[in-house]
């Protein structure tokens, strides 16, 4: 049998699943941000971040996802075009914020794990 317990993420066809979910959201944030792209609302990126953010359980063991989440939301903290078509720059990078103190919190948990 190829389950170790019974919860949703104890099995391996669950873990098959979920790498194929996984693998969009990787190839959205391993593209390099390019202040050429028109991609002035970042709504991949951001939705791909956020699931992350979701799916913390299991996104936490993969640090090169947390790495270009890392990258991109820097990357749209300093786009200034983007920060203002929102009319709300205050509010936009409270959430890039919020979004990134998450992610640095998997990523020190994957390095706890790592030390182990």
Same mark, same amino acid.
Do not use: H
């Given at each position: 049998?190829?389950?170790?317990?019974?919860k949703?993420?104890?099995?391996?066809?669950?873990?098959?699943?979920?790498y194929?979910v996984?693998?969009?959201i @990787?190839k959205? +944030?391993?593209?390099?941000? =390019? !202040?050429a792209?028109?991609?002035?609302?970042y709504?991949? $990126?951001?939705? #791909? %971040?956020?699931?992350?953010?979701?799916?913390?359980?299991?996104c936490r063991?993969?640090?090169?996802i947390?790495?270009?989440?890392l990258?991109w939301?820097?990357?749209?903290?300093?786009? @200034?075009?983007? +920060?203002?078509?929102?009319? =709300? !720059?205050?509010?936009?990078?409270l959430?890039?914020?919020? $979004?990134?103190? #998450? %992610?640095?919190?998997?990523?020190?948990?994957?390095?706890?794990?790592?030390?182990?």
């Amino acid at each position: 049998m190829s389950a170790w317990g019974y919860k949703p993420f104890e099995n391996d066809d669950s873990l098959d699943w979920l790498y194929g979910v996984m693998k969009p959201i @990787k190839k959205v +944030l391993k593209q390099k941000p =390019d !202040k050429a792209d028109n991609i002035k609302e970042y709504g991949p $990126q951001r939705m #791909a %971040i956020e699931l992350i953010i979701i799916l913390k359980s299991e996104c936490r063991y993969d640090e090169d996802i947390l790495k270009y989440a890392l990258i991109w939301l820097d990357f749209m903290a300093t786009d @200034k075009e983007f +920060l203002e078509c929102w009319g =709300d !720059k205050k509010g936009i990078l409270l959430d890039i914020k919020r $979004q990134k103190n #998450a %992610i640095k919190e998997m990523a020190k948990e994957l390095a706890k794990l790592k030390n182990k």
